[in-house]
């Protein structure tokens, strides 16, 4: 299976340092690959990581909180999921490998802070997502976004983890008033913080055709959804599109760092879309840490070898 992918990264107009950070895995146990893509190869069995990052904290913190959180992702996915034979896989053990990874990425972003006394309060955002046997599995973290085009119609894959969005939620404010409050950029979760971590899980239905964007919210925050729609609609490559955006998104202001990443499910392997099918997020369910199926199947088969 081929995914044909872009990136693109920019401190914006304001801002001098640029804390955002971007991340593609093939999960092969290569070193990650943080702010750069490697040539494009056929996606294994154990699938792809695209993933984007939003740091805070000052100084350089921001920068290496992002990073240091996406690389802590990628090694930690592939501890729990990549290295394990795929013919094997059960959507369940990624989900936790998932969750496990992006609660390890927090941990790391929180090591490094308590090391580094400059870096006290560093964290970051993470909007993550796998692409394995036909669906794309969405880890979210703080308010960098996943959205999804199809068939010419846009449809955004999370919810800000942010005050304003809970605020939308109680109905005392509205999508269009929160694009310009002054607490917008205010969000409720982030890898690092001293809070217990809640990662929220989503799963999507992929089909050939489709166009995944992630992005941080430097861009969303310059150019709406309907303009994002317009672009990816447009059907241009990949690089190309992700320009575009970035060129708009700087003559309206930049005044926030931009990242965005491109994926493209256009290989044959994808099934194309139903007549008229929607494109839906499903919440998965997810039990509390049982203990992970391979690892049963494994102690099963050692307590036979020695009954």
Request: proline share 6%; hydrophobic share 45%.
């Amino acid at each position: 299976m081929l995914i044909d992918y872009a990136a693109i990264t920019h401190p914006g107009r304001v801002r001098k340092n640029n804390e955002d950070a971007y991340l593609v895995s093939a999960l092969d146990g290569e070193e990650p690959l943080v702010n750069g893509l490697r040539p494009h190869s056929p996606i294994r069995q154990n699938g792809i990581l695209a993933a984007v990052a939003d740091g805070m904290g000052g100084a350089a913190s921001g920068e290496i909180a992002s990073r240091e959180g996406l690389a802590s992702l990628a090694v930690n996915l592939f501890g729990h999921w990549g290295r394990f034979p795929a013919a094997k896989a059960v959507e369940a053990d990624l989900l936790r490998a998932l969750r496990h990874a992006a609660e390890g990425a927090s941990s790391a972003v929180a090591r490094y802070a308590d090391v580094e006394r400059a870096s006290r309060g560093m964290g970051s955002t993470l909007t993550a997502a796998v692409v394995w046997s036909g669906y794309a599995y969405i880890a979210q973290v703080g308010d960098s976004r996943a959205y999804l085009l199809r068939g010419g119609r846009m449809v955004l894959l999370t919810e800000d983890q942010t005050l304003v969005r809970e605020m939308i939620n109680q109905g005392s404010l509205t999508p269009e008033q929160a694009r310009f409050h002054p607490q917008r950029s205010i969000i409720t979760q982030a890898l690092g913080g001293p809070d217990p971590l809640r990662v929220v899980l989503g799963k999507v239905t992929l089909r050939r055709g489709d166009r995944l964007l992630l992005c941080t919210d430097g861009l969303p925050g310059e150019l709406p959804d309907a303009r994002l729609e317009e672009f990816l609609a447009l059907g241009l490559p990949a690089q190309q599109t992700l320009e575009k955006m970035l060129d708009e998104a700087l003559a309206r202001g930049g005044r926030d760092n931009i990242t965005a990443l491109l994926l493209e499910l256009s290989d044959s392997a994808f099934p194309l879309p139903l007549a008229g099918e929607a494109v839906r997020v499903v919440e998965p369910a997810l039990s509390a840490d049982p203990v992970p199926t391979r690892f049963l199947a494994r102690l099963g088969r050692i307590l036979g070898r020695n009954s």
